[in-house]
């Protein structure tokens, strides 16, 4: 298999398209960006950036797909999920964009099913915090 991308230029390729899928780019999707790459702006940040700017969204779904192992293809997914919910809701676009890299990794639904319900269980703050009474 021809690799197009680094590993980690795959992954942050995929994460900047989830995040710019839903017109807003938050405060915690750029956090989870920059544990990803380190929070530096590297080699493969820049590549990615750069294809990002020039690739319309499917074919940076095929790029991202084609440059990784099925192991990192799972890894990938379940920091997409992560950036997803990051605001705390998961917008339509970004659901369809989900189900898509799923799709193009060829994921099952077991394996989606279990990847969202572990992201949506890390990010529930909601038993930290007291409620107004």
Known sequence: MEQLLTP???LLLAAI????V??????????????LDGFSATADWEFA???WDDT?????MILVAKSLDQRQKRICFANLV????????LHKSENTLLSAYAAAFSLDDNEVERIVDVITLKNDKAGFFETEI
């Open 8 to 10: 980690r230029a795959a």
């Open 82 to 89: 992560d950036i997803a919910l990051a605001d705390g809701s």
């Open 49 to 51: 950036i750069g294809v």
């Open 22 to 35: 839903d017109g807003d780019l938050d405060s915690n999707e750029v956090a989870i960006i920059n544990r």
């Open 56 to 60: 319309p969204m499917d074919d940076c």
């Open 17 to 20: 398209t989830v995040s710019a």
